[in-house]
């Protein structure tokens, strides 16, 4: 080979590698946009549900003189329990707001005036007799919250000065205003967002139910899916032998972890209601759902962790003299527990964000009482984000936004746990 031939040899490398290390130079180019473009669709979205929902915990409260007259309460007795709690407190709310404000007259303004204080006000006032039944016959300050419409107006005027009116008229923003020149109006930390449970009122409406309920068919899902998953994954791996039925059952395992979640929810609906009888709308039902869901995840993950444990600590457990039940136990499980582990939050993470399944076994159903057990009537989080999406009243935007912050929370929270568990616990041999 002459050196034109060497020189055109060289050319000719030279150029192709020039285009390759093109081609690779574009696909870092295209990789970098990828991440980029999903950065920034993740702080638009986190953006806007920030945006929407942090107001939500705050709430605009009204100051008031409310005299507890047993006669405007209807109190004719009040050793008698049933009549403190059956009065007519909101009797006393309208009176003391007609107090405030006496040149209001007429039925139609008097009922617009009575709208300036949350329609669930005597409710609070109810629990400040029940707790100390002396208070009746004076006058108390109280502090009521404030209905949902003044709340949106009074914390739209605060934030950027563009008052959002909504159905409010002018009367209502004269008295808005001359409440605030008196210092009767105060933004607080909206502690019912969080103590209640849900409510047709945006301003009485809180995420504790749906929070209790969650818990509640969270705990279920655990308690099942974890040692079911775990004994199918050391049965599949240790014992089952390798055939066309285990291969069978290891593509059904595979198969199960991509069906849609709403297919579980049918079977729920089919086997636990229509076939047990239980009840709809219970965490009991909606964990045994989840379960079946969170199953293949955990069984995948178990199976993936036993086969990461070197086959040497089988064949040492083995070789001094323990049974494979005890080289199982006491050797394997726990090297791949934290595995093990880490599929098992993955998998209530995701069990945590469901929605189709719950909605098939009737955990739709409107609940204002909190859960007091798995046996209970509840509904979840998602859910409830789902029900307060389609309700009408402005207020219900930013709870339900504000929900859906609180649901990313514990969703980072648990897959931090995660991270953090397989980071602390994983052995490298």
């Known amino acids: 080979m002459n050196s034109t031939e060497k020189m055109n040899t060289i050319d000719l490398v030279n150029k192709n590698l020039a285009k390759r290390y ?49 006669d ?41 005036l009575y709208k300036l204080v949350s329609n669930g006000s005597g409710f609070d006032l109810r629990k400040m007799l029940e707790a100390d039944p002396s208070i009746l016959n004076t006058t108390q300050t109280v502090w009521l919250i404030a209905d949902d419409d003044i709340d949106t107006y009074i914390k739209s005027t605060s934030k950027d000065g563009k008052a959002f009116t909504g159905r409010m008229n002018e009367m209502q923003q004269a008295w808005v205003k001359s409440l605030e ?39 279920v899902t655990l308690i099942l899916s974890f040692p079911i998953g775990v004994a ?16 069978l059952i290891e593509v059904n395992i595979n198969n199960l972890a991509a069906v849609p979640s709403i297919i579980f929810g049918l079977l729920g609906v089919a086997i636990f209601i229509g076939m047990f ?10 964990g045994m759902v989840l379960t079946l869901m969170t199953l293949p995840t955990i069984i995948i993950s178990s199976r993936a962790a036993i086969k990461a444990v070197p086959p040497s600590i089988r064949e040492a457990a083995l070789g001094i003299g323990a ?16 595995g093990m582990l880490t599929g098992a939050i993955i998998g209530l993470a995701q069990a945590l964000g469901e929605t189709a399944p719950l909605l098939m076994i009737g ?57 953090w568990l397989r980071k602390r616990l994983e052995r490298r041999w």
């Open 22 to 70: 093109r081609a690779e130079k574009r696909f870092k180019a295209y990789g970098i946009a990828s991440i980029t473009f999903g950065m920034i669709c993740l702080v638009f979205l986190f953006t806007d549900i920030i945006g929407k929902g942090y107001t939500a915990f705050v709430q605009s409260y009204i100051k008031l003189e409310i005299t507890l007259d047993a």
């Open 232 to 247: 199918a994954a050391v049965y599949l791996e240790e014992y089952a032998p390798k055939n066309k039925w285990t291969d």
């Open 363 to 419: 955990m739709v159903a409107f609940i204002v009482d909190i859960p007091g057990g798995v046996s209970d009537p509840a509904t979840v989080l998602p859910v409830q984000i789902f029900l307060w999406s389609d309700s009408p009243e402005r207020a219900f935007v930013e709870r339900t936004s504000a929900a859906i912050m609180v649901l990313l929370g514990f969703l980072i929270v648990m897959n931090a746990l995660a991270v």
């Open 323 to 338: 049974s494979k039940m005890q080289m199982i136990l006491h050797h394997v499980l726990p090297l791949a527990m934290p």
């Open 72 to 112: 405007t309460l209807d109190i004719s007795d009040p050793s008698d329990p049933n009549q403190i709690a059956g009065a007519n407190y909101m009797a006393a709310v309208k009176k003391s707001l007609r107090e405030r404000f006496p040149d209001v007259s007429g039925r139609r303004d008097k009922r617009t």
């Open 277 to 286: 009888g239980m009840q709809r709308s219970l965490p009991l039902v909606g």
């Open 181 to 219: 020149d008196n210092g009767e109006i105060e933004t607080r930390f909206n502690t019912v967002f969080f103590t209640n449970g849900d409510s047709r009122e945006p301003e009485q409406a809180g995420i504790r139910g749906a929070i209790m309920g969650s818990l509640f068919t969270m705990l």
